[in-house]
């Protein structure tokens, strides 16, 4: 093994280098394969050869690449350019806690070695069960390796591991947290430390790259039943729209305010009902600007939370700050300070009952959820740092909103 390792000097460089090495003997074997066997595009993993954007995460003793993007197209393209995302996790313990983004637990007796290869895992939390219990939650609807009581996975040192399609359940202080990995591959790496800082580190790829591809190329993506189900069709148009350039927020209210796509918010939020943009005045001051929140979504208790959308693509880094004084960003914070006046709207009883008898919205101390952004954008242990600090507010990504759905679709 020692033989085969390769050594870099800096993640960036060694992307740059694995993107080459993996091109040349990987995914180019798999496009000749496809161009021999077209009959396999039918089945084949869109995401291996066409990502929306390949995510590396280094560890202290692996790598792991992730797959994110769509599991079929219908036209794969040659001359497609990877995106790339780059995180450093050698401060971490336990890698797979900084891919899948939360701690399952924190009883280290009860963390489990990770196997070789993992397909169709479901591993929630003890708190997670609980909600997905209460919700209905079926376990027993499609076939899944499911596990519990179990605080984490610890990757084998000098292994090779893969993740395909499994479902991670935590909670923070808002609720229910999903991650679903669809394609992870692990790789072992060595590091080697110079002067106290990461200089150089050896990398083990697989024995036989073009052997790989030829098998992987004819793997079958486990999808839920009912795969052309029009929930699953319309949840593929929400994510072509939310990841075109050109999008607006309008455009993506309206979208999920259709009634054939209004499944979307009831599956994240466990909602019974849902109201869009609902125009609501101030009773003690019909002069002031009215607010207009983009949905209100009815609990199982009767009470209405609030969801606002901004963009997926955000300007600028959505936190910013010294080390240990992390803060959002401006633009977050002026998304935040307009939620507040939807705190402040709902405190005057008789702003509740204007809204409670013009709509039927029974509102009290309501939620206030923010959908921005993508997963990437966002380092874990930063953010959960801050997002504690909110009791009421809570934000989610656009990628958190596919895995939940995807997850209820599963189900």
């Given amino acids: 093994m020692g033989q085969r390792g390769r050594a870099a000097y800096s993640f960036k460089e060694f992307v740059t280098m694995f993107g080459q ?31 929306e954007k390949l995510v590396f995460y280094f560890g202290k003793n692996h790598m792991a690449l992730e797959y994110v993007g769509s599991v079929q197209k219908e036209d794969l393209d040659e001359n497609y350019q990877l995106t790339v995302e780059i995180h450093d996790c050698t401060y ?38 609980e909600i997905l219990e209460q919700n209905g939650w079926n376990f027993a609807a499609q076939p899944m390796m499911i596990g519990f009581n179990i605080a984490g996975l610890d990757l084998i040192e000098g292994s090779y591991h893969r993740f395909i399609n499994c479902f991670f359940y935590g909670s923070d202080t808002h609720g229910l947290l999903v991650r679903h990995i669809k394609w992870l591959d692990v790789f072992p790496v060595d590091m080697i430390d110079y002067n106290d800082e990461l200089d150089q580190f050896k990398f083990y790829p697989w024995q036989d790259q073009e052997e790989r591809a030829r098998k992987d190329v004819s793997i079958v993506f486990p999808t839920p039943s009912g795969y052309r189900d029009p ?53 003690n001051d019909p002069t002031r600007k009215a607010i207009r929140p983009d949905f209100f979504i009815t609990e199982p208790n009767g009470f209405s939370d609030i969801v606002e959308f901004k963009l997926p693509n955000v300007k600028t880094s959505m936190i910013v700050g010294r080390e240990n004084r992390e803060a959002f960003s401006a633009e977050i914070g002026s998304y935040i300070a307009q939620t507040r006046t939807y ?65 209820m679709l599963y189900s």
Avoid at 30 to 41: F, G, R, S, T
Avoid at 253 to 277: C, D, G, H, W
Avoid at 353 to 377: C, F, Q, S, T
């Fill in 92 to 129: 971490t313990e336990n890698l797979m806690d900084a891919v899948i983004g939360f701690e399952l637990g924190n009883d280290p007796t009860k963390r489990h070695p990770s196997m070789s290869f993992n397909e169709n895992i479901y591993l929630p939390s003890n708190d997670a069960y």
């Fill in 231 to 283: 929930k699953l069709i319309q949840l593929n148009r929400f994510v072509e729209l939310f990841s075109s350039s050109k999008v607006t927020e309008t455009q993506i209210t309206r979208f999920l305010s259709e009634p054939e796509n209004q499944f979307i918010l009831k599956m994240v939020f466990f909602a019974k009902e849902l109201y869009a943009e609902k125009e609501c005045v101030w009773a």
């Fill in 343 to 407: 705190r402040e709207y709902f405190e005057d009883p008789r702003n509740r009952d204007y809204v409670l008898d013009k709509y039927g919205i029974k509102v009290h101390h309501p939620k206030r959820w923010l959908v921005i952004g993508r997963r990437w954008m966002i380092e874990s242990d930063e953010w959960k740092s801050i997002q504690n600090d909110y009791k009421e507010f809570a934000i989610r990504t656009y990628d958190d909103l596919v895995d939940y759905v995807i997850s």
């Fill in 21 to 51: 090495d993996m091109f040349t003997n990987y995914w180019m074997r798999m496009w000749a394969i496809l161009d021999e066997n077209p009959h396999l595009k039918d089945t084949f993993p869109s995401f291996l050869l066409n990502p």
